[in-house]
């Protein structure tokens, strides 16, 4: 069965200063990976995927990802944090071998970023 | 350009009351459609996800069921809701086809947030 784990409830960050999300996953055959940032009382927002080819993947508001697949990680990066990018960001993952459409979810990271 | 609709955006509801959500999405055809939960703003629970018409996937055993009518069209219910259904439900659908299957993400609705008194 697939299954995604975010280490971290909270991730404090100046402004101005890099951050780091971390997300794990396990999966039985190829993993597709997904960022998404939800804002108080809203739906997820897709911010970038990871399906094939170049490690590193860039998506929106300057948002990166780096896939490891020896780690199985697959953690969001940003080189310079912004106060508005404070959110609950969750790393998705589908199991293209054992199911098509099945796509989990992490339990979260709220990322607070301070002026 | 592609729309999902999802309504009610809240609602309160008494122990043992029947439930009714819908969601819609317009600007695709033959999407795989998913109900959320989320409880206390943090992790996702899927609920459930449909490949087609008639076709729903149960992931968690509940006094929740889904409905497929139509196409576009996905419906979470429950004969009797209990406390514990009170949370933050999200639809959410995805594109299907040759090709565009495995990597299409998932676009969320708004979401309902169900308060069960």
């Known amino acids: 069965a697939q299954s995604v784990a975010q280490p971290e409830d909270q991730v404090n960050v100046a402004e101005g200063n890099p951050l780091t999300v971390k997300c794990t996953y396990s999966v039985s055959g190829n993993p597709y990976l997904f960022w998404y940032v939800q804002y108080p009382n809203r739906g997820l927002q897709f911010l970038l995927k990871?399906?094939?080819?170049?490690?590193l993947v860039k998506g929106s508001y300057g948002f990166e990802a780096e896939f490891n697949k020896s780690q199985t990680s697959f953690h969001l990066k940003k080189p310079s944090a912004l106060v508005s990018d404070s959110a609950l960001y969750f790393c998705?993952?589908?199991?293209?071998?054992?199911?098509?459409?099945?796509?989990?979810f992490g339990s979260g990271t709220r990322l607070s970023i301070r002026p | 350009s592609q729309t999902i609709h999802q309504w009610p955006a809240t609602l309160v509801q008494p122990v043992g009351s029947p439930l009714s959500l819908e969601c819609t999405v317009e600007g695709t055809s033959n999407p795989n459609l998913y109900w959320y939960r989320q409880a206390a703003g943090r992790g996702l629970q899927l609920l459930f996800y449909s490949v087609g018409i008639g076709q729903i996937s149960s992931e968690v055993p509940q006094n929740l069921s889904a409905s497929r009518p139509q196409d576009r069209q996905f419906i979470l219910s429950s004969k009797k809701l209990l406390l514990s259904d009170s949370g933050f439900y999200l639809c959410a659908w995805s594109a299907t086809g040759q090709g565009s299957a495995g990597d299409s993400p998932l676009h969320f609705g708004n979401g309902t947030r169900l308060t069960v008194t």
């Open positions: 998705a993952v589908r199991d293209w071998y054992s199911s098509a459409s099945k796509i989990i």
């Open positions: 990871y399906i094939t080819g170049d490690n």
